[in-house]
T-cell receptor, first 112, second 114 residues
Framework: ELKVEQNPLFLSMQEGKNYTIYCNYS?????LYWYRQDPGKSLESLFV?????AVKQEGRLMASLDTKARLSTLHITAAVHDLSATYFC????????????FGKGTKLSVKP | EAQVTQNPRYLITVTGKKLTVTCSQN?????MSWYRQDPGLGLRQIYY???????DKGDVPEGYKVSRKEKRNFPLILESPSPNQTSLYFC?????????????FGPGTRLTVT
């Protein structure tokens, strides 16, 4: 059974600081997703990571994937208030199946 | 505009009264999926469909049914809703998930079963 754990679940940080959200998963996967959800809103896709060593960056967010360690990280650089949201990772089971398992989410609050 | 639509957006119903939540996408996506979101539990997959007439169970399929008769539509059916199905439901679609395409999510349907 595939389990996905995110750490931390809550994160309060000051503007300008750096921090990392971790996503660990328990079995082999062929794809990993990061999503953002603003309060009362739907989910927005941030990154899709497919291969070991994959790194993607968009603005102040950078995601990486280590399939051997079964770990993905979402790194936040010089946080700004607009990044306050809940971030989810989701892991797909191997092959082209449609099963997707989400982590519980990390609620990020960036304070001035 | 490329989008996933869900209807209704809000629904209050009573235990046992059959209901359907519709989901439609205009992007010609093969893959569609339903999730429920509950506080502290994140999102959990209910059912997914890899293409027309191809559906499969996710993590929490009990109490739900789906069908995929047309590529654009993927309705979620609750034959006999119960209070533990009170939740926020999201539909999503994408091109082939194994190729790493991003999923597009609908706006959500907040369901309350009394």
């Amino acid at each position: 059974e595939l389990k996905v754990e995110q750490n931390p679940l809550f994160l309060s940080m000051q503007e300008g600081k750096n921090y990392t959200i971790y996503c660990n998963y328990s079995t082999t996967s062929d794809r990993l997703y990061w999503y953002r959800q603003d309060p009362g809103k739907s989910l927005e896709s941030l990154f899709v990571l497919l291969s070991n060593g994959a790194v993607k960056q968009e603005g102040r967010l950078m995601a990486s994937l280590d399939t051997k360690a079964r770990l993905s990280t979402l790194h936040i650089t010089a946080a700004v208030h607009d990044l306050s949201a809940t971030y989810f990772c989701a892991v797909g089971l191997g092959g082209s199946q449609g099963n997707l398992i989400f982590g519980k989410g990390t609620k990020l609050s960036v304070k001035p | 505009e490329a989008q996933v639509t869900q209807n209704p957006r809000y629904l209050i119903t009573v235990t046992g009264k059959k209901l359907t939540v519709t989901c439609s996408q205009n992007m010609n996506h093969e893959y569609m999926s339903w999730y429920r979101q509950d506080p502290g539990l994140g999102l959990r997959q209910i059912y997914y469909s890899m293409n027309v007439e191809v559906t499969d169970k996710g993590d929490v399929p009990e109490g739900y049914k789906v069908s995929r008769k047309e590529k654009r539509n993927f309705p979620l059916i609750l034959e006999s809703p119960s209070p533990n199905q009170t939740s926020l439901y999201f539909c999503a679609s994408s091109r082939r998930p194994g190729q790493g395409y991003e999923q597009y999510f609908g706006p959500g349907t907040r369901l309350t079963v009394t």
